[in-house]
């Protein structure tokens, strides 16, 4: 089955049901450095599907942004990754408005 933008739920890495199959192949790009040698691009742990609730003007609203992938590589960096096949107004000024409260967020284009 698939979403209004035309991606497919695809079964991945470890049994993980990824909303699309770029999100799989980061996944798997992720795996794949965690063996890497240079500590600059080896990866210590991945999470899929990382959500932030953002604060609004009205007292005890947020608005729900999730983050495809958050990522901890082995030189102590952590880093927060947005895989994008279609990029929608709406989820462009949710990850600005993210941004502003935890610095850059990568972007995969597909």
């Given amino acids: ?18 909303r699309s199959m770029l999100e799989m192949r980061y996944a798997q790009e992720l795996e794949l450095r965690r063996h890497a040698e240079d500590p600059g691009e080896r990866v210590e742990f991945w999470v899929y599907e990382v959500c932030f609730y953002l604060p609004t003007i009205r007292p005890r609203r ?3 942004h999730v ?3 958050l990522v901890g590589w082995a030189d102590g960096r952590v880093e927060l990754v947005e895989c994008k096949g279609k990029e929608t107004p709406t989820g462009k000024v949710k990850r600005l408005w993210l941004e502003n409260y935890v610095g850059p967020i990568a972007v995969v284009k597909g």
Avoid: E, H
Wanted: net charge positive.
């Fill in 1 to 18: 089955m698939t979403n209004k933008y035309g991606a497919r739920r695809t079964l991945g890495v470890l049994g993980i049901w990824f």
């Fill in 62 to 64: 947020y608005v729900r």
């Fill in 67 to 69: 983050v495809d992938f």
